[in-house]
């Protein structure tokens, strides 16, 4: 078997060491997760769906019981053996557990309760915080992707209602991220948070990832054939039109895209020959052929090719007066990030350059560089049952009044205006209801989002 299959040893090395800390007569703990403010004011609360069956669907067996057992033994850690035994003996190996949270699609102001947790068998009492490890990273990191992309949408799509057309945008921001990841799961995961608001990936991993665990039935994302580098240098700089011409003759047809590296060597050159040698063709195959630099300053490099390439092909204005290239588009995929890409519509705007005529390509940026404290995330336990008593429970370390933890049982809740506030469990309040469903409980999927679900739940926000 697999470490990375057995959900035993799915934890930090010091959690199996647990059972033997909590108070004699510990019956129940109760922890909940939360972004403790960050980048960004709001989240969007995605991922968990992914984690629940991919993970938590597992029962434990006696195999992933003897294996644990002989790993933490050697590796310095006391171990639950009955516990876990326990699992499969009272429970058929699914973990007693009870897992709330708000809608996946959902954008919460930060600083409240995204998920609770909670076991359901007092004699599990230790099995809350165990999940930690796993869970929690399970909720951060697509949530942190989705809300990054989540914020840069309404960046594109604040400059689209100034200056173009809003019914591009779902194409606008295009996922580039897969090979600057740390593995192929992180692909999969973070590719399929981005794809919560967007539809142009070459992350084929969060595509799949969709597909398996939000049951999108029809193709959740798209992309277009493109060049690179190598498709293109291998030609010889002598033979660049033609390795142009090439790329026109094998995909450019009459309404598809196709994209183009053009900066190999010289992109302003490269943009002469696509306006001169090559116009007609371009014009004549009936495609919209996408320029794509590589290299520069993103926000100068951007506005100097569009510039070029009207040169070449011209261009109208559109019915809010900002002009828009005929036949040709440009796609820029060095150097972004949210401020980059700001600076980019902004510069085309005071340039009289309407945003139709610039896509996104986001690598690093989007999938890699941001990491739990982006959004201060924590799953904290807030309250315990001790001899049938439920007790606060809370940390306020003197050093950072920033990662005081929320104490008691908790809840999240939203008014008719759809703000989100958290409030003590046992409150209640004719305006608000409950934001947090049950996702699982006892080994069981109790709601199971699909895909259109979520992306238009984020919509409403």
């Given at each position: 078997?697999?470490?990375?299959?057995?959900?035993?040893l799915n934890t930090d090395s010091y959690k199996p060491s647990h059972w033997l800390q909590y108070p004699p007569g510990t019956e129940t703990v109760f922890s909940y997760i939360e972004s403790r403010g960050g980048k960004y004011e709001k989240t969007l609360f995605f991922?968990?769906?992914?984690?629940?069956?991919?993970?938590?669907?597992?029962?434990?067996?006696?195999?992933?019981?003897?294996?644990?057992?002989?790993?933490?033994?050697?590796?310095?850690?006391?171990?639950?053996?009955?516990?876990?035994?326990?699992i499969i003996l009272k429970h058929d190996g699914k973990l007693p557990l009870r897992i709330k949270a708000v809608k996946e699609g959902s954008v919460v102001r930060t600083s409240n309760v995204l998920v609770t947790v909670e076991n359901t068998d007092p004699e599990f009492?230790?099995?809350?915080?165990?999940?930690?490890?796993?869970?929690?990273?399970?909720?951060?990191?697509?949530?942190?992707?989705?809300?990054?992309?989540?914020?840069?949408?309404?960046?594109?799509?604040?400059?689209?209602?100034?200056?173009?057309?809003?019914?591009?945008?779902?194409?606008?921001?295009?996922?580039?991220?897969?090979?600057?990841?740390?593995?192929?799961?992180?692909?999969?995961?973070?590719?399929?948070?981005?794809?919560?608001?967007?539809?142009?990936?070459?992350?084929?991993?969060?595509?799949?990832?969709?597909?398996?665990?939000?049951?999108?039935?029809?193709?959740?994302?798209?992309?277009?054939?493109?060049?690179?580098?190598?498709?293109?240098?291998?030609?010889?700089?002598?033979?660049?039109?033609?390795?142009?011409?090439?790329?026109?003759?094998?995909?450019?047809?009459?309404?598809?895209?196709?994209?183009?590296?053009?900066?190999?060597?010289?992109?302003?050159?490269?943009?002469?020959?696509?306006?001169?040698?090559?116009?007609?063709?371009?014009?004549?195959?009936?495609?919209?052929?996408?320029?794509?630099?590589?290299?520069?300053?993103?926000?100068?490099?951007?506005?100097?090719?569009?510039?070029?390439?009207?040169?070449?092909?011209?261009?109208?204005?559109?019915?809010?007066?900002?002009?828009?290239?005929?036949?040709?588009?440009?796609?820029?995929?060095?150097?972004?990030?949210?401020?980059?890409?700001?600076?980019?519509?902004?510069?085309?705007?005071?340039?009289?350059?309407?945003?139709?005529?610039?896509?996104?390509?986001?690598?690093?940026?989007?999938?890699?560089?941001?990491?739990?404290?982006?959004?201060?995330?924590?799953?904290?336990?807030?309250?315990?049952?001790?001899?049938?008593?439920?007790?606060?429970?809370?940390?306020?370390?003197?050093?950072?009044?920033?990662?005081?933890?929320?104490?008691?049982?908790?809840?999240?809740?939203?008014?008719?205006?759809?703000?989100?506030?958290?409030?003590?469990?046992?409150?209640?309040?004719?305006?608000?209801?409950?934001?947090?469903?049950?996702?699982?409980?006892?080994?069981?999927?109790?709601r199971d989002q699909p895909l259109d679900e979520i992306r238009a739940l984020s919509n409403t926000f």
């Open positions: 078997m697999e470490l990375s299959k057995n959900l035993i991922g968990l769906q992914m984690y629940l069956k991919e993970y938590l669907s597992k029962p434990i067996t006696m195999e992933m019981i003897d294996q644990a057992e002989k790993f933490l033994k050697a590796h310095g850690e006391p171990f639950n053996r009955e516990g876990w035994e326990n009492y230790w099995l809350t915080s165990y999940i930690e490890t796993s869970l929690l990273r399970a909720v951060w990191y697509p949530t942190t992707v989705a809300t990054q992309s989540w914020y840069i949408k309404q960046i594109i799509k604040e400059a689209l209602n100034e200056t173009g057309d809003i019914g591009g945008l779902a194409f606008k921001l295009h996922d580039f991220g897969a090979r600057g990841v740390s593995s192929l799961e992180s692909a999969a995961i973070g590719g399929a948070a981005h794809l919560v608001n967007f539809m142009g990936s070459d992350t084929i991993s969060g595509v799949l990832a969709l597909q398996e665990y939000y049951n999108a039935e029809a193709m959740p994302a798209f992309s277009i054939p493109a060049a690179e580098h190598s498709s293109i240098t291998s030609w010889g700089k002598e033979n660049e039109v033609e390795a142009y011409r090439n790329m026109l003759k094998q995909f450019a047809k009459p309404g598809s895209l196709v994209a183009v590296v053009s900066d190999s060597y010289d992109i302003f050159k490269a943009c002469e020959m696509w306006g001169t040698v090559l116009k007609q063709e371009v014009i004549d195959s009936g495609a919209t052929v996408v320029i794509r630099p590589d290299s520069g300053h993103p926000e100068t490099v951007v506005l100097d090719v569009v510039r070029k390439l009207e040169e070449g092909f011209g261009s109208v204005k559109n019915e809010k007066g900002f002009k828009v290239l005929n036949n040709v588009r440009v796609i820029q995929g060095d150097g972004i990030n949210e401020q980059s890409i700001r600076g980019i519509l902004m510069n085309l705007e005071f340039a009289g350059f309407s945003a139709d005529n610039i896509a996104f390509g986001m690598g690093g940026a989007l999938l890699q560089i941001l990491n739990r404290d982006t959004q201060k995330f924590a799953m904290k336990a807030s309250a315990a049952k001790i001899n049938g008593e439920w007790i606060d429970v809370f940390k306020d370390p003197i050093t950072d009044s920033g990662k005081r933890s929320k104490a008691g049982r908790i809840k999240l809740v939203t008014n008719n205006k759809g703000d989100f506030f958290t409030i003590p469990e046992k409150n209640t309040y004719v305006e608000c209801v409950d934001a947090l469903e049950v996702v699982w409980e006892n080994g069981e999927l109790i």
